[in-house]
């Protein structure tokens, strides 16, 4: 399985189908690529306390902090907002669980692609 990041407005079928791939729901929903201790951070941000992944493919290297979105919009997440902070769900609210259709102004897509 390969992380990526898409642009703006994407769903996670848009990021993987542009790689040839498809998009894993079960992984947004329920592997470590939906919690902030998945992701790297830049320089000076808090670390976790335990080694972090780097498969993920950043487009600006690391997150600029990471939060976790409780909101209804969760259903996008997890994603890079317009400031390169990562936001993700941590399935509080299951109204809100992340799917791979699911899309947001202003914020890119980070998405679980596993080969066809």
Not at 16 to 33: F, I, M, R, S
Request: aromatic share 6%.
């Amino acid at each position: 399985m390969k992380v990526l990041v898409g642009v703006e407005g994407q769903t996670c079928n848009d990021v993987c189908d542009a790689a040839d791939a498809k998009c894993n729901e079960a992984a947004l929903q329920y592997t470590a690529v939906n919690d902030c201790l998945y992701y790297p951070l830049e320089e000076g941000q808090p670390l976790p306390t335990y080694p972090v992944t780097t498969d993920v493919v950043m487009p600006h290297g690391r997150c600029k902090g990471c939060e976790y979105d409780f909101s209804n919009d969760g259903a996008a997440a997890p994603f890079i907002n317009g400031k390169g902070g990562c936001r993700v769900n941590f399935l509080h609210n299951p109204a809100a669980t992340p799917t791979c259709n699911a899309s947001k102004p202003g914020v890119k897509r980070i998405c679980p692609c596993a080969a066809l």
